[in-house]
């Protein structure tokens, strides 16, 4: 089992920024993919970005300049660091843990971008 615990969400003007971070704790292999997902309502959840164990990073075309994400000195916590947010960024962000076959998410934090 893994537990994940993610914070940081809120409400945000546009232009601003929020920095996302996910903590995972338990049965946590060395190989695994750690990223942060967003679901806004009525949406499919969508990937926002993605980093490998080894430090390879992948982002959704309409966060690249905007997003970086990044993993802690403990290789089980993965950050969000989110610039220029805009009204479209607002959603739920779930934090995804996956090694291999298995997968785990957060319960999810809701980031909400004014106009």
């Known amino acids: 089992q893994v537990q994940l615990v993610e914070s940081g969400g809120g409400l945000v003007q546009a232009g601003g920024s929020l920095r996302l971070s996910c903590a995972a704790s338990g049965s946590i292999f060395s190989i695994n993919v750690m990223g942060w997902y967003r679901q806004a309502p009525g949406k499919q959840r969508e990937l926002v970005a993605d980093?490998?164990?080894?430090?390879?990073?992948n982002y959704a075309d309409s966060v690249k300049g905007r997003f970086t994400i990044s993993r802690g000195n403990a290789r089980n916590t993965v950050y969000l660091q989110m610039n220029s947010l805009k009204p479209e960024d607002t959603a739920v962000y779930y934090c995804?843990?996956?090694?291999?076959?298995?997968?785990?998410w957060g319960q999810g934090t809701q980031v909400t971008v004014s106009s």
């Open positions: 995804r843990w996956r090694s291999y076959e298995t997968t785990y």
């Open positions: 980093i490998t164990s080894g430090g390879s990073t």
